[in-house]
């Protein structure tokens, strides 16, 4: 085919089609984005791409090693075999992630039991730091398997929040959570998630606050202890409560905060400082995150993850670690979302998160949408608006999750974002019931 010819019949088909798809994954070069993604649009049409040499945005992508020069930075992306898109399922019998309230009070002691038990098992010698700053502490050799967890939740905040890390690397955490319950304490079953918008109308009082000593996740702290909560399997009343050593020793610490935004640290990205905080996260509200974005990734995930959105909302309203706050003895302690685990319901609480990307991603054609950058950008509202999703590296479906070592745990050593878009693509087979 002449190359006029050529050229003709690429613009006849664009206009024949109207405008072209957006790409699945970010990728360096505009001028190949463009070129990549006409490809894709016209190979079932003229057979253009073998002609043209150039490769569509379905095909393989190997990410890049990159440097950063901050204190505050990700380990290098390493080279990925991983495919732009998920491998071929091998997920014939997915497990079932259901709502805590359906467990049986045997299955919940069965769980609790399970989360006490990491508490009890030894810090992982070979865990890494790779970010520093103000707010994470030192690491604590001294400290349990259930601290490891919270330790690189600590040290990659703020690559986790607020950039495309987000969705992707809490669905690879949580996965590996259960995988540690499953291996090394004995845990059979699966991870229950926590339906917030049940509870969003009188969240002090819900039936999710349960202090029963065997199969209760307790209810709100002490003012006394300052706020560890006493009840419940993990609380104080235990013959072996439930500790964790950041940023100091201490017990799970709970605090009823109905309006959290009045003297938010991040107050320039507060639009309404006397917001209720269950106001953020009913039913309503979620469905209109769900619904009113489909082919937007970048505004699905602004909207649930500002921090007026479900996801912060439920956070700041438990108050205590939850949020991330320091406990009074702590000494030069900035807080924030960096030891919010520290509390286990943020597990069932990021289960719900998970649930409603997929949701989201089960909509229209969202299932492989994903873009945005690896560091996070809050320093000022005019900042964050520019880069809601985060600046820095580019991540694509080839970049590999930051694990400070804890992968040792895993099925697999290097997991890229690509493994994980797929609830059962293959490393991930479970479904929400």
Not at 89 to 101: D, F, G, I, V, Y
Not at 397 to 407: A, E
């Amino acid at each position: 085919m002449r190359v006029p010819t050529l050229i003709s019949s690429v613009f006849l088909a664009v206009t024949l089609v109207g405008a072209l798809p957006a790409t699945p994954t970010p990728t360096p070069a505009p001028a190949q984005v463009e070129a990549r993604d006409l490809c894709t649009l016209l190979n079932s049409l003229l057979g253009l791409c073998t002609l043209l040499g150039i490769t569509s945005s379905s095909s393989t992508h190997t990410s890049t090693t990159h440097t950063s020069t901050s204190t505050s930075t990700p380990p290098p992306t390493t080279t990925s075999t991983s495919t732009a898109t998920p491998t071929p399922s091998t997920c014939t019998q997915p497990a079932q992630r259901a709502e805590w309230r359906t467990f049986t009070a045997t299955q919940k002691a069965t769980f609790l039991t399970a989360v006490k038990c990491l508490a009890s098992k030894p810090h992982w010698s070979q865990l890494q730091q790779n970010n520093t700053g103000p707010d994470i502490p030192p690491m604590d050799t001294s400290g349990s398997l259930y601290d490891d967890f919270v330790w690189i939740h600590i040290d990659f905040n703020h690559h986790i929040h607020s950039t495309a890390w987000f969705f992707p690397w809490h669905r690879w955490y949580l996965n590996l959570y259960v995988r540690a319950l499953n291996t090394q304490c004995g845990y059979s079953g699966n991870l229950p998630y926590w339906d917030w918008t049940q509870d969003a109308a009188d969240f002090e009082h819900a039936t999710i606050w349960d202090g029963d000593s065997s199969s209760g996740v307790g209810t709100w702290g002490d003012p006394n202890q300052d706020y560890q909560i006493v009840d419940g399997a993990w609380g104080l009343n235990q013959a072996q409560p439930f500790y964790i050593n950041y940023p100091i020793h201490h017990a799970i610490r709970r605090q009823f905060t109905l309006q959290p935004y009045e003297n938010f640290h991040y107050g320039y990205l507060i639009s309404d400082p006397t917001l209720n905080a269950n106001e953020t996260f009913t039913q309503a509200r979620v469905d209109e995150a769900v619904t009113s974005h489909d082919g937007d990734f970048q505004g699905f995930q602004t909207d649930f993850q500002n921090y007026q959105g479900p996801h912060a909302g439920v956070h700041l309203i438990t108050g205590g670690d939850l949020t991330g706050l320091c406990p009074t003895a702590a000494q030069n302690c900035v807080p924030g979302e960096t030891w919010s685990p520290n509390d286990p319901m943020f597990f069932m609480h990021h289960a719900m998160v998970d649930r409603i990307w997929w949701q989201w991603q089960s909509r229209a054609n969202n299932k492989l949408l994903f873009g945005g950058g690896s560091d996070q950008v809050l320093d000022s509202l005019s900042d964050y608006e520019e880069y809601p999703l985060g600046n820095g590296t580019p991540l694509n479906f080839s970049s590999i999750i930051p694990t400070d070592g804890l992968n040792y745990l895993d099925t697999k050593t290097n997991v890229a974002i690509g493994d994980v878009m797929d609830i059962q693509g293959g490393y991930l087979c479970y479904e929400y019931v």
